[in-house]
Every structure is written in C-alpha cells, then in structure tokens.
C-alpha cells in the first residue's frame, strides 16, 4: 500500500488543490478515484462515507489513517513536507495567505458545490441556466475580493514570486470560472497568475485533464 493515497475526482476543485499541493512538495501517492455522478454518487458509498462523513473528495490517507477537508491535508502536508513551504511562518503574511484561501473555501466553492446546487433545483426550481447565473455570481464576487485582496502582496504568484496554498486555491478555482463562463476580464491579475502556475509542472500535472479518470475529451 502507498504511503499516501490520495481519493479524489478528476473535475473536483477541492482535490485539484491538494493535488497541486502534493506536486509541489514532491510527494508521490497513490490516486484512488471517486466519481461523484455515477451510480448514484460513489461519495455516498458507505465505505467512502467512513473516510469522509460529509461524503466529499478529497480524502487523504497517510499510513492507514484517514483526513478530510483540503485546508486540514494541506496543512497536514505542511507538516509532513516543510520544503517548499506552502505557508509563511510570520503570523501576519501567514494570516493573509489563510484569508486569500477562505474566500475561495468559504466564499465561493461551497456555494457552487454539486449537493448545493441540487438543492436549488429541488426546492427552488432552478434550471441549469439559473444555476449557472447563481454559481457566476459567488464566483465574480468572491475573486474580485481575491484579486484586491492579494494585489499590493502579489509578484509572480498571489504572494511573491514562489507558490503558496493560495495559489493552491486559486488555480482550481479559475478552472472552474471558466467552466461556468465567468469573466476573467474582470480579473486580469489572477488571469496573470494563473498562467505563470500553469508553466509549472507541479500544477500542469494537477489539471483535471491530466487525471486518471478524466474523459477523453476533460
Ligand atoms: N471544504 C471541502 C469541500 C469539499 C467539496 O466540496 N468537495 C466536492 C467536490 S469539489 C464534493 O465532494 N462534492 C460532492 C457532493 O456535493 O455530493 C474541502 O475543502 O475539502
């Protein structure tokens, strides 16, 4: 069994994450997919369920034991991998970088999560054009705070010119802009940033494209 395993669903914001995480720190694992659409859900499998009981990717595994929630992994990794660091070890830059993930975390990708946007269609009567305009909004609002937020601290990256956690976020996060026809216009430094992680392996190899269980065509 490999050290760390990693379940995760190729087009899953939050395992891309960790996965950029994971690249960056060197640390190979064992990728164990988990579809979220088909037959039914395998995140509500109940083997899956005793892993991660609010039935999401990603899950890590290190050595047998179980975490969820990417923010715990990566902070978790931080630990078990100092180099190259994620996060800043003075407190203030350190608070900053956490505050440019949350609005990410608690700002935008909850609001646009597959069971959330479920329940819009079963007790609201959401179509999909409905959801697409209520998941564009979360996504305008919070990466417009994102990119003023990050601005007077950014350099090649959100935080100087080396990657940190929020640049973990954010690049999932874009992904999922695009898929949902959000307007990068609006946001031309995080187009920026998100271009130079791209000319990264460690976050080329994290796509979702470049993912065991993508389709063909992802
Ligand atoms: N805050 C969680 C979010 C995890 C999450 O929302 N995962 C989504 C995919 S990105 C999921 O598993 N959704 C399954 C569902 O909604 O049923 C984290 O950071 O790990």
């Not at 640049?167 to 995080?190: E, M, N, S, T």
Request: glycine share 8%.
């Amino acid at each position: 069994m490999a050290d760390l395993i990693l379940y995760s669903y190729f087009r899953s914001s939050a395992s891309h994450r960790v996965r950029i995480a994971l690249n960056l720190k060197g640390l190979p694992y064992e990728y164990k997919a988990v579809h979220l659409l088909n037959n039914g859900g395998e995140q509500n499998r109940d083997d899956y369920t005793q892993l991660n009981p609010l039935r999401q990717v990603p899950t890590l595994i290190h050595k047998g034991r179980a975490i969820g929630q990417s923010m715990a992994i990566l902070d978790y990794l931080e630990w078990l991998e100092p180099a190259p660091a994620l996060f800043p070890k003075e407190p203030y830059a350190r608070a900053l970088v956490l505050q440019a993930c949350e609005i990410i975390n608690s700002g935008i990708q909850p609001l646009g999560n597959l069971s959330v946007v479920n329940e819009l269609e079963k007790r609201a009567g959401f179509d999909q054009a409905k959801k697409n305009e209520w998941i564009q909004h979360w996504i305008h609002k919070g990466l417009t705070a994102f990119e003023s937020m990050i601005r007077p601290h950014a350099g090649r990256f959100c935080f100087g010119d080396g990657p940190t956690a929020a640049d973990c976020f954010l690049v999932p996060q874009v992904f999922g802009a695009i898929r949902f026809g959000a307007d990068l216009g609006r946001v031309p430094l995080l187009a920026e940033i998100h271009e130079t992680c791209m000319g990264l392996k460690a976050f080329a190899n994290a796509a979702p494209g470049a993912q065991p269980d993508a389709p063909q065509s992802a």
